[in-house]
């Protein structure tokens, strides 16, 4: 990377200077964060309890929240407001939540995003998922003595645009800087084919409380690349809880049981699920009507037939994703499980089964996600050593397009494209004097529109009266490398421009996180506000002393305007930066910054062709 | 915007060695995936997202026959438009019409569409030879685009065949 040393001075990272980053696993049932220290990788356990934080929430009246292991046992007496799995409501609107958590919650529809009303009063699924994310960020700054750089949070591969958006929202509003989202067994990839310096085919089939991915990686030479993905976003652990619990209520009683007794049963099932691993016969304690708890045995021949079914169908992304990545069972070299649902022994079997071979399991299934994660934004923060020189090569699992007449899909990017991708596609008016054009981004793989996920919709307006067909409307889908994507429409002859960042329907928009932090800020501490003023200042500092190096070394990049401009900016900060309102100097850092901007990926641009002519001609054989 | 082949340096030709292809590939995404810019400003982060962006989309058409050859003779002018078969052979056209019937009627027959597959893929691979030979060394446009219209409508088949696989298996 010699060739991309743009580092201006002063920001090189200092090598005895690691920049904090951590690696979150933000699981339907669990969640942890590790860290890489002292170039060894390691999950952080909180004060007074152990590396797994329980993904659940209890809301309390006075707005306070209560995360993780107390909240996880304050389920039975406050069903209604102690929120577990909320991961399964990331993203989605009520029609289409899961109908457990229809059951279990009382689940508002806002036409957009679904609320659970608490008795603190309405929270969004993004909001519940951030206060895990700030539990666990809370975390990681007590225990590595200082504010973090940036987080890496996983998600289900599987995940859509609307649920990755939604969780990125999460982590902004816990106050984490997102560096990447990453997909979890692309994380357990890394994880494992770092510790193992593997090479050749590997699957990965992780079987989470809440969610299942199956992703097909090549790993050679230091490139982790993904061929393929699938699975189900709405497949894990607590269906098989789900359905035990429906067993065992029938065997028991089949009379209704109240919030609470029925949360209960729900706890026993999934108690007895994992004492099923363990053993070949368990005697479930189920609550009936009233005080009663009636002794049902059962057997793990009986549990494995009555979720079977659930087995099978993990069993169908499997091949789907053998089929796109256009490979045998036999091409795989090793399948790896993650996850704590894949414990179950009928699950183990069937993926041997299928693979003709005993799954890898070294690695703990538990902490493997939030390693892998943990070592990537290491990377991500600027840690990089020396030799450490591997790249990840990730894809969309979901084809992204957009709905035509007829209500049909058009396919504008397929699904397993490697990301970053963008395609663009041209489109015209079929009205005389059209004047705009609904655009509807929708993703999924079905033929029709209503059978896909709803993104986006938005207009381009201000088209100006032509004949039918006279129009060219050009669509660009741009997918980021967390896989996020942003839509702009133009029309070409007048360059008529509409823009938007597909996110709007189930995420929050951004001034509604903003608000939310601020409301966050009013609360903290006079000396926060002194470290934010010394910390502005320093920044102010160094970005000052960049741009000047900056103007010196490119000034032939730029206009006398834009020098101009820059030159005022500098001016202005280095008055900003001898008063004490941090907030002034934050706004000059940032005029000072987008005045730069352009400088910036011009000297960019320059200095990437720079270095691939170097490589050109190293690669050409002679 | 800039040349696919020249970001890899590679020649312009429609043969190539895919190992090449691909360790050019990963060359370029090395200096320029946005995973090495994470942690710098906002406006370098565009740019490599930009460039990684550029550098898949080349990779992709290049590893590709059809789209390779698809992607040089766009390069030379001569544009092909999918939805439109005419100056198809006559004989052609027939040969298509035999093939969907085929396809249809093993629709429920795995082994039958598997057969239907290798066929096609080896008179692909046949054609992709003369497309080869059309480009590179005759350089008869006109022969090559003919040919590259077959194929798009042969992946196309094949494609389906793939579909009615898939819906065989679950
Ligand atoms: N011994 C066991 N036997 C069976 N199931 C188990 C066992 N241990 C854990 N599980 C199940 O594994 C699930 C939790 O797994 P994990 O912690 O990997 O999920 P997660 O990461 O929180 O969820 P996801 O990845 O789907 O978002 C729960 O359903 C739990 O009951
Ligand atoms: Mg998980």
Redesign the interface.
């Known amino acids: 990377m010699a060739l991309l040393q743009l580092s201006e001075p002063g920001e090189s990272p200092d090598p005895h200077q690691q920049r904090l980053a951590v690696g979150i696993d933000l699981g339907t049932t669990n969640s942890l964060v590790a860290t890489i220290r002292h170039a060894v990788p390691e999950c952080l356990a909180g004060d007074g309890c152990g590396i797994i934080l329980p993904s659940v929430v209890r809301y309390q009246k006075d707005g306070s929240t209560i995360v993780g292991q107390a909240a996880l046992a304050a389920q039975t007496i406050d069903p209604r407001n102690t929120i577990a799995s909320v991961k399964r409501l990331m993203g989605r609107g009520l029609a289409d939540a899961d109908a457990g958590m229809r059951g279990r919650y009382d689940l508002v529809d806002t036409g957009d995003m679904v609320r659970i009303n608490t008795v603190a009063g309405q929270r969004t699924p993004v909001e519940v998922s951030s206060e895990i994310l700030r539990v666990l960020r809370e975390r990681a700054e007590a225990s590595l003595g200082d504010e973090l750089v940036g987080a890496v949070i996983t998600v289900p591969a599987y995940f859509d645009d609307a649920q990755r958006q939604a969780t990125k929202d999460a982590a902004r509003l816990a106050g984490l800087n997102v560096l990447r989202l990453l997909n979890e067994p692309t994380a357990a990839a890394i994880a494992y084919g770092l510790d193992e310096g593997a090479e050749g085919i590997y699957a990965v089939y992780d079987l989470g409380g809440g969610t299942f991915d199956f992703s097909i990686l090549r790993l050679s030479r230091g490139v982790f690349e993904v061929m393929a993905t699938s699975g189900d976003s709405s497949l894990g652990g607590d269906d098989f809880d789900e359905a035990l619990a429906a067993w065992l209520h029938k065997k028991a009683s089949g009379v209704d049981l109240d919030c609470s007794k029925s949360r209960a049963l729900l706890v026993e099932a999934r108690r007895v699920k994992e004492a099923l691993t363990l053993s070949a016969e368990c005697v479930a304690r189920v609550p009936v009507a009233a005080d009663g708890i009636k002794d049902v045995t059962i057997t793990l021949g009986e549990f494995h037939e009555l979720t079977q079914a659930l087995v099978e169908r993990t069993l169908q992304p499997v091949r789907k994703a053998l089929r796109d990545a256009a490979l045998k069972v036999a091409d795989i070299q090793a399948v790896v499980l993650v996850g704590g649902a894949t414990r179950m022994p009928h699950v183990r079997s069937a993926v041997a089964k299928m693979f003709g071979r005993e799954p890898y399991t070294d690695i703990d299934p538990d902490k493997v996600v939030a390693i892998g994660a943990a070592i990537q934004a290491n990377v991500l923060a600027g840690n990089r050593r020396p030799g450490e020189d591997w790249l990840l090569l990730d894809v969309i699992p979901l084809s992204l397009g957009l709905e035509m007449m007829g209500g049909l899909t058009e396919k504008i990017i397929p699904r397993n494209s490697t990301i970053p991708v963008s395609k663009a596609q041209d489109f015209t008016t079929y009205k005389d004097g059209q004047s705009a054009m609904a655009i509807h981004v929708v993703q999924g793989e079905r033929e029709l529109v209503q059978d896909c996920r709803s993104l986006a919709r938005f207009e381009l307006r201000g088209i100006p009266p032509m004949p039918a067909g006279g129009a060219r409307i050009r669509v660009t889908f741009q997918v980021d490398a967390d896989g996020l994507l942003s839509v702009s429409a133009r029309e070409q002859t007048t360059g008529v421009e509409s823009h938007v960042t597909v996110k709007p329907s189930y995420g929050l928009s951004d001034d509604e996180i903003t608000g939310m932090l601020k409301a966050g800020f009013e609360h903290a501490a006079e000396d926060m506000q002194a470290r934010a003023l010394r910390e502005q200042q320093v920044e102010a500092e160094r970005l000052i002393e960049a741009a000047r190096q900056a103007l010196i070394e490119d000034a032939g990049l730029l206009s006398s305007n834009e020098q101009a401009g820059i030159e005022a900016a500098i001016k202005r900060l280095g008055e900003l930066n001898l008063g004490n309102d941090h907030l002034a100097i934050k706004a000059g850092i940032d005029a000072l910054s987008a005045s730069t901007g352009e400088l910036a990926a011009r000297r960019m641009d320059k200095a990437i062709r720079q270095a691939l002519t170097g490589n050109r001609i190293d690669a050409l054989p002679l | 915007m800039q040349e696919y082949f020249?970001?890899?340096?590679l020649p312009e030709r429609f043969a190539i060695d895919p190992a090449?292809l691909e360790?050019?590939y990963?060359?370029?995404?090395?200096?320029?995936?946005?995973?090495?810019?994470?942690?710098?400003?906002?406006?370098?982060r565009?740019?490599?997202?930009q460039?990684?962006?550029l550098a898949?989309?080349a990779?992709?058409t290049l590893k590709n026959p059809l789209a390779r050859a698809r992607y040089l003779l766009s390069r030379r002018g001569v544009e092909i438009d999918a939805e439109r078969n005419n100056g198809m052979s006559h004989a052609f056209l027939m040969q298509q019409m035999e093939w969907r019937e085929s396809v249809e009627e093993a629709a429920d027959d795995a082994e039958a569409l598997q057969r239907l597959e290798r066929d096609l893929a080896r008179d692909e691979r046949v054609m992709l030879d003369d497309v080869k030979h059309a480009i590179d060394e005759e350089v008869d446009l006109v022969q090559a685009s003919e040919l590259v219209r077959r194929l798009m409508f042969m992946e196309k088949l094949r494609r389906e065949i793939?579909e009615a696989?898939?819906l065989l298996?679950?």
Do not use: C, I, K, Y
Request: charged residues 25%; glycine residues 2%.
């Open positions: 020249s970001l890899f340096g090449q360790v050019a990963r060359n370029v995404q090395a200096q320029v995936h946005p995973d090495r810019f994470a942690h710098r400003p906002e406006a370098e565009r740019v490599a997202m460039w990684a962006t898949n989309e990779f992709r793939d696989l898939a298996e679950n």
